[in-house]
C-alpha cells in the first residue's frame, strides 16, 4: 500500500516540477510585448576607447553631439584617470565632457566606481594596485566623494551609476574583488553627498533576473547582446533569447520592487576575438553587420524598455573616418532626429568674408549655436556657437567656439587650429603660431 502511495506521490512531484518549468518557460519566452514607443536612445562614450581606436576623442565626442545628435549619454569617471596619483585629482577630460554637454542641453548618466565601462572594467590606479582590499576601498570612497561633490550640481548631470555590472556571477574582466556590502557602502554615500540624483545599478541582461541589483540602487540597469564571441567555446554564440525574456524581466522588477529598468547597453558593435581598430571587417560583420545593427533596434524596440544607451558610438566614428564606411553612423543618426534641429533651423548664421595677406582669403560662416544653459554662478558663460571655414588653399574646418575673454574664440579638440574673430579682424594660429593666414581682416565692402 505504502509503495502505490509513494509512487503516486512522485508522480504528483514530478509532474508540478515539469508544469512549473512549463509555465516558467512559457512565461519568460512565449508570446509578445507591445514595442515602446518615444524610446529615449543614447550611447555611452569612454575617450580612452576613442583613442585605442586612433582616434581623437575630442573630436569624436563632439562629432556624436553635433552631427548625430547625441542628447542622453553615459559617461564615465574612470578611478585610474580621474586619480592618477594617490589624492591627486585629474578632472580636465570629464569637466570638458561634461561641459559640452551642458552646452547642448545634453542630459548624463555618469558611471563611478572601481568598475567602469570598457576594459579592463575595474579600472585601478598603478599606485593603488598593491594595496589591500581594506585599503582600496577606503581609497574608492575618497575617490566617489571628490566626483560626486564635483558633479552632482551639473546642468547636464541626471542620474549617478554605481559600478557597471558588480555583482555579475561569473568572471569577467580584471577585478581583484567584488563586495556586495562595500556597493552598499558607495550608493549610501552617493545618496549622502547627492540626494537628488537617483543612483543606478547594473547587471547582466542574459544571465540574471535583475532582483538583486532591483534592491539596492534607485534604477535598475540591464545590457542585451545577441552575439558574441566566447573564449571558453572558442566560437560565436547567439543567446537563444526573443524580447519577452527582457520584457517580463522588467515586468517582474516593476511588480515586486517599483523599480525602472533601463537598458544602459545595448550591443551595437563587434564582439570580436582581437581589437577592432585591427579586425577584418569579415570578422566584424559576424557580430555586427549593418543588418544585425538594424535587426538590434527593432529587437531592443520590442523589448518594451523605453531607454537605452547604445555600445559602440566611438566604432560608429571609427569605421566612418578610418574605414570609409559610415553606413553605421548614417544609421544611428535615424535614431537621434537631434535634439537641437528644430532650434538650428531657428537660429541665425553669418556668412564673413576676410582677406589675408599674400592674396590668401578667408570664408567663414558663423553659427550662433542654441541658446545656452543657465549660468553657474561664478562660472563663464559656455558658449554654443561655431564657424565653419573655407581657406584659400583648399582646407575646410567646422570649430566649437571656446571660452574667451575677448572677441569669439573658435578650436578643433587638441587645438592645433585656432580661428579668433576680433571685431572686423581674424587670427589664424596653426599648432600655436600664425603661419599662412596673417594679417586678415573684413574688407570695408563686406558687411558685418
Request: glycine share 6%; proline share 6%; charged share 25%.
Amino acid at each position: 500500500m505504502w509503495k502505490n502511495t509513494l509512487k503516486r506521490t512522485l508522480k504528483v512531484l514530478v509532474a508540478a516540477i515539469v508544469a512549473v518549468i512549463i509555465i516558467l518557460i512559457a512565461f519568460f519566452f512565449a508570446g509578445r510585448t507591445p514595442p515602446a514607443v518615444d524610446v529615449r536612445w543614447g550611447v555611452t562614450f569612454v575617450p580612452s576607447y576613442a583613442e585605442n581606436l586612433g582616434l581623437k576623442w575630442q573630436a569624436t565626442y563632439r562629432a556624436l553631439l553635433d552631427d548625430l545628435g547625441v542628447r542622453h549619454l553615459r559617461l564615465a569617471a574612470p578611478w585610474d584617470e580621474t586619480e592618477p596619483a594617490r589624492g591627486s585629482f585629474d578632472f580636465s577630460k570629464l569637466d570638458l565632457e561634461m561641459s559640452e554637454a551642458a552646452a547642448r542641453g545634453a542630459d548624463v548618466l555618469l558611471a563611478v566606481g572601481m568598475r567602469t565601462p570598457r576594459w579592463p572594467e575595474c579600472h585601478i590606479p598603478a599606485w593603488a594596485g598593491s594595496l589591500t582590499k581594506d585599503e582600496q576601498q577606503k581609497e574608492i570612497l575618497a575617490y566617489l566623494t571628490a566626483v560626486v561633490s564635483r558633479y552632482k550640481d551639473s546642468a547636464a548631470l541626471t542620474r549617478w551609476q554605481a559600478e557597471n555590472e558588480p555583482l555579475i556571477n561569473f568572471t569577467f574582466g580584471t577585478c581583484p574583488w567584488q563586495d556586495e556590502g562595500f556597493l552598499k557602502k558607495e550608493i549610501a554615500l552617493m545618496h549622502e553627498l547627492d540626494p537628488h540624483h537617483p543612483v543606478v545599478v547594473s547587471d547582466t541582461g542574459e544571465f540574471s533576473l535583475w532582483w538583486k541589483v532591483a534592491r539596492l540602487g534607485d534604477v535598475v540597469g540591464t545590457t542585451l547582446y545577441r552575439t558574441v564571441f566566447s573564449d571558453p567555446f572558442g566560437r560565436y554564440l547567439t543567446y537563444p533569447v526573443n524580447p519577452v525574456f527582457y520584457a517580463r524581466k522588467a515586468w517582474l522588477v516593476g511588480k515586486l520592487f517599483g523599480k525602472e529598468v533601463i537598458n544602459t547597453e545595448l550591443q551595437a558593435e563587434p564582439w570580436t576575438r582581437t581589437s577592432l581598430a585591427s579586425a577584418a571587417d569579415e570578422e566584424m560583420n559576424k557580430t555586427m553587420s549593418i543588418d544585425r545593427f538594424r535587426s538590434t533596434i527593432d529587437f531592443a524596440e520590442r523589448t518594451g524598455i523605453k531607454e537605452f544607451y547604445l555600445w559602440g558610438a566611438e566604432w560608429w566614428y571609427f569605421m566612418k573616418e578610418t574605414r570609409q564606411n559610415s553606413a553605421f553612423w548614417d544609421e544611428a543618426k535615424k535614431l537621434f532626429p537631434s535634439a537641437g534641429a528644430s532650434a538650428a533651423a531657428e537660429h541665425s548664421k553669418i556668412n564673413v568674408s576676410y582677406l589675408c595677406n599674400k592674396q590668401r582669403a578667408i570664408d567663414a560662416t558663423f553659427d550662433r549655436g542654441v541658446p545656452p544653459p543657465a549660468v553657474v554662478p561664478g562660472e563663464p558663460p559656455i558658449p554654443t556657437g561655431s564657424v565653419s571655414l573655407v581657406l584659400s588653399d583648399g582646407r575646410r574646418f567646422t570649430l566649437p567656439q571656446t571660452i574667451s575673454a575677448d572677441g569669439a574664440r573658435y578650436a578643433n579638440g587638441d587645438e592645433s587650429f585656432i580661428f579668433w574673430s576680433k571685431g572686423d579682424g581674424a587670427l589664424v594660429l596653426e599648432n600655436g603660431v600664425e603661419k599662412s593666414y596673417t594679417g586678415c581682416v573684413v574688407p570695408a565692402s563686406v558687411p558685418r
